[in-house]
Nanobody, 122 residues
């Protein structure tokens, strides 16, 4: 069964850090483009970061560039999103996804995790 499972969300104060994990099963993550997305209440799902499968090149939304780091551990078949200097506007449900193309558009991804809540508040 092809599956992605996120973990690591929670409540953090502004300026704090969190690391999200996304464990894959039923397929090999390194063979696919992988991405992180988020969706805040009342807003559309937006791309946060992604990794291209061919060479591991990473891409980031301007809103998180310099604060978030995406990575992949092929041995564990897991991807990560290290989030630093968190802001209240980072509050959202975060999703990981896999697909053919490393783009920040959610429409090109076909396997999704269930999401994990990240809340940044004092």
């Amino acid at each position: 069964q092809v599956q992605l499972v996120e973990s690591g969300g929670g409540l953090v104060q502004p300026g704090g850090s969190l690391r999200l994990s996304c464990a894959a099963s039923g397929f090999t993550l390194e063979n696919y483009a992988i991405g992180w997305f988020r969706q805040a209440p009342g807003k559309e799902r937006e791309g946060v970061s992604c990794i291209r499968s061919s060479d591991g090149r990473t891409y980031y939304a301007n809103s998180v560039k310099g604060r978030f780091i995406v990575s992949r551990d092929n041995a564990k078949n897991t991807m990560y999103l290290q989030m630093n200097s968190l802001k209240p506007e980072d509050t959202a449900v975060y999703y990981c996804a896999s697909g053919r193309w490393a783009l920040l558009s959610p429409h090109v991804y076909d396997t999704w995790g269930q999401g994990t809540q990240v809340t940044v508040s004092s």
